[in-house]
């Protein structure tokens, strides 16, 4: 009864404040924009693995090769001798990753508000291409259109909206005649909040290059590098993923408000680590998209462990939960188990629910940093099988047999908890 009272006051208290954040537009909006640009980096991702084939020839005797080593040798010699070529789609999906986020984010932003989302993600674009990558000699850089270029795309996509919502609300528009055309009202009414926007932000990204030297990008990402070595620091992480399970156990969905800003500092960790691949290092930025994967493998409180658990139960409603749980749970979908365990206001189960990812996420971090599996340098696919995850985000068979042992850890986490609330059950079933 006293643990009943407590998570009481408890949801009181989580509950409004995550439905706060839950619905927050912004959050939202990244969250969604990042979603949008998931199958361009997926799709681009799949020509870094085209490109990287797993074996080193200098470890290898062709002479003494079977035929799948032979194989992957000529795939090796092919990539190399046609590395630009193959990678041309990898530079222009994930290697424009902030160009393509700064037009969701504020398509998600403006949708959201009701606005017209394709001029204010062209708008976005266009300040974008401005502000990080502004024609020099006839070229391009591509410094910042990148992984390195997100946080700066998050800014420039949620402002650049907040500036056209500004004179929607203001009511700064030309009043036209009823028989001018939809299509030209638009195209005239766009005018304003585009102006306005290059007043704003390009001329801070110009106040700010000719103060401290530096552009708009250089600018926000000397003062994100402590916040980012915050962001990156294991405990910190540890509190975020934390935080976002004891949102589920009040039957908040607090992956989806952490995802922001784990999801983008993942991806851009990610990104610095396939450049590293790219010029021929070794990945080594450990707080990267792996991580996350880790932290929800299968599914939010890494429950895979528990539905095994649940498939062999001797109550009839945990194993036919954990049998129809079982698909969904590898790919990390676990929804059936949250709200039909249910692990929600269920204070047996929430204990494991919590510790099993702080000790997976450590576990995985310490195991980068000592080089027993490989940082993760590839953006994976979501929704997919978790042993596929852990291979196509680092293209290591040795990812793929630790998160197995994960799992088999987290089926001995969940043990004791799970042997209790079965008790309990059968009791009920019973009566």
């Avoid at 800014?155 to 609300?169: H, P």
């Avoid at 979908?333 to 949250?338: A, D, L, T």
Wanted: charged letters at 10%; hydrophobic letters at 50%.
């Amino acid at each position: 009864m006293q643990q009943s009272k407590f998570l009481e006051k408890l949801d009181k208290v989580l509950s409004p404040i995550g439905a706060k954040i839950g619905t927050q537009k912004h959050l939202n909006a990244v969250s969604a924009g990042m979603m949008m640009t998931l199958p361009l980096i997926v799709i681009g991702s799949l020509f870094l693995i085209v490109a990287n084939p797993p074996i080193n020839p200098e470890l290898v005797d062709p002479n003494t090769a079977n035929i799948f080593v032979k194989f992957l040798l000529k795939w090796k010699e092919f990539a190399v001798a046609n590395y630009s070529t193959i990678t041309t789609p990898y530079d222009m999906t994930m290697g424009l990753l902030g160009l393509m986020s700064s037009f969701a984010i504020s398509y998600s932003l403006a949708n959201s508000y009701g606005m017209n989302a394709a001029n204010s993600g062209l708008i976005s674009v266009s300040l974008f291409f401005m502000i990080c990558a502004p024609n020099k000699d006839g070229n391009i850089p591509m410094s910042y259109l990148g992984a390195d270029g997100l946080f700066v795309a998050i800014i420039i996509g949620l402002l650049s909206v907040e500036i056209s919502r500004f004179v929607d609300n203001k009511g700064w528009k030309f009043k036209l005649p009823d028989s001018v055309p939809t299509a030209v009202a638009n195209f005239i009414n766009t005018l304003i909040p585009l102006l306005l926007n290059i007043v704003v932000l390009y001329g801070l990204n110009v106040v700010i290059l000719v103060n401290s030297g530096m552009s708009l990008p250089q600018f926000v990402m000397s003062l994100l590098t402590p916040a980012l070595n915050i962001a990156d620091n294991i405990w910190g992480y540890l509190i975020l993923i934390t935080f976002g399970n004891l949102l589920w156990l009040f039957g908040v969905n607090g992956t989806s408000i952490i995802f922001a800003i784990v999801f983008a500092l993942g991806v851009k960790n990610t990104g610095i680590n396939a450049n590293l691949v790219l010029s021929g290092q070794d990945p080594d930025v450990l707080m990267n998209l792996q991580m996350f994967r880790i932290a929800i493998l299968g599914g939010a409180g890494n429950t895979l462990g528990l539905v095994l658990l649940m498939a062999k139960s001797k109550s009839a409603h945990l194993k036919t939960l954990g049998k129809l749980s079982l698909v969904p749970g590898i790919c990390g979908i676990n929804e059936p188990v949250i709200f039909g365990g249910p692990i929600v206001f269920n204070p047996i189960l929430a204990i494991p629910f919590l510790i099993t990812p702080i000790v997976s996420v450590s576990l995985t971090y310490f195991a980068q940093s000592i080089g027993l599996i490989t940082c993760g340098y590839i953006i994976d696919p979501s929704f997919t099988p978790f042993f596929a995850q852990a291979y196509l985000s680092s293209m290591d068979i040795k990812n793929v047999l630790f998160t197995f042992g994960l799992v088999a850890l987290s089926v001995v986490i969940y043990y004791p908890f799970f042997k209790v609330y079965e008790k309990n059950m059968l009791q009920n079933e019973q009566a």
